[in-house]
């Protein structure tokens, strides 16, 4: 069975910056298309960034060159750098994988964002 697991979310001052991590077990990550999303309180899911098996990856326009999303095959894991980022960005961010053979998608439980200072 496919699990995620983020880490590394917390409290950042505005303007800072912040890793967040997903690791994934159960199966080889190099077969998804791995993706970080976000929601905020009373607001819907929306997608960050993602990335496929070949390192090719895509953000959504709010991210305006501040994020990196990159992935380690050998290590089963996705991460998100977030530089300068803004109280707009406090969310629950969650990894996701699809698998690009039988489109079986996955979430992670997420890890919670907030910025304030």
């Known amino acids: 069975q496919v699990h995620l697991q983020e880490s590394g979310g917390g409290l950042v001052q505005p303007g800072g910056s912040l890793r967040i991590s997903c690791v994934v077990s159960?199966?080889?990550?190099?077969?998804?298309?791995m993706a970080w999303y976000r929601q905020a309180p009373g607001k819907k899911r929306e997608v960050v960034a993602r990335i496929d098996s070949g390192g090719r990856n895509e953000y959504n326009d709010f991210v305006q060159g501040r994020f990196i999303i990159s992935r380690d095959n050998a290590k089963n894991t996705v991460d998100l750098q977030m530089n300068s980022l803004t109280p707009e960005d406090t969310a629950g961010y969650y990894c996701y994988a699809m698998n690009v053979f039988s489109y079986a998608s996955y979430w992670g439980q997420g890890t919670q964002v907030t910025v304030s200072s």
């Open positions: 159960g199966s080889n990550s190099s077969d998804y298309v």
